[in-house]
């Protein structure tokens, strides 16, 4: 059974850094595109950052050139260096992993972004 296993989430003052990282666990699979998404309170998820099995990544306008979305596919891993952060960065984030032609999700981790 597939797991995605997210962690880095917490507390940051504005400006600060964060590295959130999802890891999938299971039997042996292909591992498609990796997606962070997002969730503040009273507003709907959104994608935050995408990247391809090649490599290729895009952003929300939201965060571009402060997120940085990466892989380690030996690792089944996908990682979310975010600088930079501000106050309406603070939502729950969810790694997605499309798997063997299936969507995974993972269980959110939270992040606070303070003034």
């Known amino acids: 059974q597939v797991q995605l296993v997210e962690s880095g989430g917490g507390l940051v003052q504005a400006g600060g850094s964060l590295r959130l990282s999802c890891a999938a666990s299971?039997?042996?699979?292909?591992?498609?595109?990796m997606t962070w998404h997002r969730q503040a309170p009273g507003k709907q998820r959104e994608v935050a950052a995408i990247?391809?099995?090649?490599?290729?990544?895009d952003y929300a306008d939201s965060v571009k050139g402060r997120f940085t979305i990466s892989r380690d596919n030996a690792k089944n891993t996908v990682y979310l260096e975010m600088d930079s952060l501000k106050p309406e960065d603070t939502a729950v984030y969810y790694c997605n992993m499309i798997i063997n032609k299936n969507a995974y999700w993972g269980q959110g981790t939270q992040v606070t972004v303070s003034s």
């Open positions: 990247i391809t099995s090649a490599g290729s990544t």
């Open positions: 299971g039997s042996s699979f292909a591992i498609g595109a």
